[in-house]
C-alpha cells in the first residue's frame, strides 16, 4: 500500500508595492492568508500602515491588524476575527529600524484585541464574543513597556461585558540598580585539592589540551567540575548545596579508579549522588 504524501498547507503573500499600498516598498512581501492542504479554511491576515514623522523625515509603521478565521461555507466572508486596538502613537517611537533601504519605526503597541463572531451570515454587524484589556508597565531596565496585566470582558451586549475579570498578571525582575547594570562577584567556590586554580587548557606544539571542564554529570542540573590532577589522575567534584543554600564541590572521585584506563562511569555517578 503506497503511503500517502504528506501535504503541507497553502501561504498567500502580496506585495507591498502593489497598486493601493501605502507602505511604498519594493521588496517587502506580507502574508496574506493560509489555506490547509486541501487549499480550504483559509485564515486571512489584515494590516495596517501608519505614518509619523520622525525628525522631520516621514517613516511608515506596518502593523497586524486583524486575523480572520471559520470561513462561512456559502458566503465570503469569515465568520470569526480577532481584531486589533493600538494605543495612541508614542511622539518617540519606541524602536527605530532600516529594512531594504526604508527606516520603520514601532510606535504603538496593542492596548485591546476583540474576538468577533458573526453569527448568521456575512450580512450581519460583528458583535464581540469576548475583549481582552492589555496594560503595560515600564521596564525597569529599557524604559520600554512590557505587558503586566490582561483583563477579560464578556459578551458584547450582555451584562458580562460590564464586567472585568483578571486574565493574567505578570511581574519582571530587573538586572539594573539605580539606573545602571551593575555586576558583583558571587559567593566563591573552592576548587577541590590538586585541582589547578587557574589552568583550564594549555597549548603546546600544536596541540590544544582541555585539563578542566564544567558539566552536569549527575542530572541534577547544577555543573559538576571535572580536572585532570598534577599527578595525572582524571577526577571528579561533584557539585552539591549544603542547608544553608551554599554550593561546594564535593571530594573528588577517581575517573580511573583502577588506573588501567578504563572509565567505569556508572560507578562513578552511582558513587557520587
Known amino acids: 500500500m503506497e503511503a500517502a504524501r504528506r501535504q503541507r498547507p497553502h501561504l498567500f503573500l502580496e506585495h507591498l508595492d502593489s497598486p493601493g499600498n501605502d507602505l511604498d516598498d519594493d521588496d517587502l512581501w506580507v502574508l496574506r492568508e493560509v489555506n490547509d492542504a486541501s487549499g480550504n479554511n483559509p485564515v486571512g491576515l489584515e494590516y495596517d ?45 519606541y524602536s527605530m529600524w532600516v529594512d531594504h533601504g526604508h527606516v520603520r519605526v514601532r510606535a504603538q503597541v496593542i492596548k485591546k484585541i476583540e474576538v468577533l463572531v458573526r453569527e448568521n451570515g456575512c450580512g450581519d454587524d460583528p458583535v464581540a464574543l469576548r475583549t481582552y484589556d492589555l496594560t503595560y508597565g515600564t521596564d525597569a531596565d529599557t524604559k520600554q513597556p512590557r505587558l503586566t496585566a490582561v483583563d477579560v470582558h464578556g459578551r458584547q451586549g450582555t451584562a458580562e461585558a460590564a464586567k472585568t475579570l483578571p486574565g493574567a498578571r505578570y511581574e519582571y525582575s530587573s538586572a539594573t540598580k539605580d539606573g ?61 548545596v549544603d542547608a544553608t543554600g551554599v554550593n561546594h564541590l564535593d571530594p573528588a572521585v577517581s575517573f580511573d579508579p583502577s588506573g588501567n584506563g578504563d572509565v567505569p562511569l556508572h560507578e562513578l555517578l552511582a558513587s557520587s549522588i
Not at 470561513?71 to 486589533?84: A, F, T, V
Open 49 to 93: 500602515v501608519a505614518t509619523f514623522n520622525v525628525g522631520g523625515q516621514t517613516v511608515k509603521q506596518l502593523s497586524l491588524q486583524a486575523i480572520h478565521y471559520n470561513r462561512h461555507p456559502s458566503e465570503s466572508c469569515s465568520k470569526h476575527k480577532l481584531y486589533l486596538t493600538y494605543e495612541d502613537p508614542q511622539a518617540t517611537p
Open 180 to 240: 545602571a547594570l551593575t555586576l558583583e562577584p558571587a559567593t566563591g567556590v573552592t576548587l577541590p585539592t590538586g585541582a589547578m586554580a587557574g589552568t583550564a587548557a594549555t597549548t603546546g606544539n600544536g596541540d590544544y589540551k582541555t585539563w578542566q571542564m564544567l558539566h552536569d554529570f549527575t542530572g541534577d542540573g547544577r555543573p559538576d567540575l571535572v580536572y585532570k590532577t598534577a599527578s595525572g589522575v582524571l577526577q571528579m567534584a561533584v557539585n552539591k
